[in-house]
């Protein structure tokens, strides 16, 4: 599978339809998270092993700067819902206070997904001399 066909899936599992608009943004995002891992693992190429972090790394990179920019307000709704709802006697208050607004999930999520656990990364790391 080709890097930018994975990247555009994971962006389409998430919910964002990749346009002919993103393939500027895309193809920057691909190289930064290609060099990141470069650097990270002293490889001259990404590891195979490795493709599916680096197309993590891309998508995320990418919604994390539509974000930025405030292109995201169409695809994603971060408006907070009601907490609590009450109609005379009758009071129900949901969870999702306990584990944070949808944009701080979103947020930690794209977080997760441009900063890889360093234990994968170190696995295929070469040693320099």
Known sequence: ?????????????????????DSAALDYNIKKAETTLKVRTNQLEVSEGLFYVWADMAAGMFLTDKKASGALSEVYDFDAPAKSISEGDTSVTFAI???????????????????????????????VW
């Not at 599978?1 to 608009?21: C, K, N, P, Q, W």
């Not at 206070?97 to 977080?111: I, N, P």
């Open 97 to 127: 206070a306990d584990t944070g607004s949808f944009e701080d999930q979103f947020d930690a999520m794209l977080a997760k997904m441009v900063n890889p656990d360093a234990e994968l990364i170190a696995a295929f790391r070469r040693l």
């Open 1 to 21: 599978m080709e890097i930018l066909a994975a990247v555009t899936a994971r962006l389409s599992a998430l919910g964002y339809t990749v346009t002919e608009t």
